[in-house]
Nanobody, 116 residues
Framework: VELVESGGGLVQPGGSINISCVTSGINFRDYHMAWYRQAPGKQRERVARIFTNGFQEYVYFVRGRFTISRDNFKATTTLQMILLRPEDTAVYYC???????????WGQGTQVTVSS
């Protein structure tokens, strides 16, 4: 099983960036996908999740700014982020959770830095 994130980088406040996670070794359609983030000195927190049926949920402080999507054919999930703030700076991790047995897998993370 492998989850590989990409697309992180430096972006100015108010800017936008997309990060993606390509998976392999899992039956992607059977997995809920989520994005977590961890800022220095803080706990990892979930910011967005998309269920196998396409339903999305977001933590309140990213609602309206972040959009999670999934492509079952490409076994990929993407997080589109707009109106970025310095407090969005973190390492962003992709997570896959099996809807049947709740097996959990993580990517290695991608750094997003919001700074002028």
């Amino acid at each position: 099983v492998e989850l590989v994130e990409s697309g992180g980088g430096l972006v100015q406040p108010g800017g936008s960036i997309n990060i993606s996670c390509v998976t392999s070794g899992i039956n992607f359609r059977d997995y809920h996908m989520a994005w977590y983030r961890q800022a220095p000195g803080k706990q990892r927190e979930r910011v967005a999740r998309i269920f196998t049926n396409g339903f999305q949920e977001y933590v309140y402080f990213v609602r309206g700014r972040f959009t999670i999507s999934r492509d079952n054919f490409k076994a990929t999930t993407t997080l589109q982020m707009i109106l970025l703030r310095p407090e969005d700076t973190a390492v962003y991790y992709c997570n896959a959770e099996d809807l049947h047995d709740r097996a959990n897998y993580w990517g290695q993370g991608t750094q997003v830095t919001v700074s002028s």
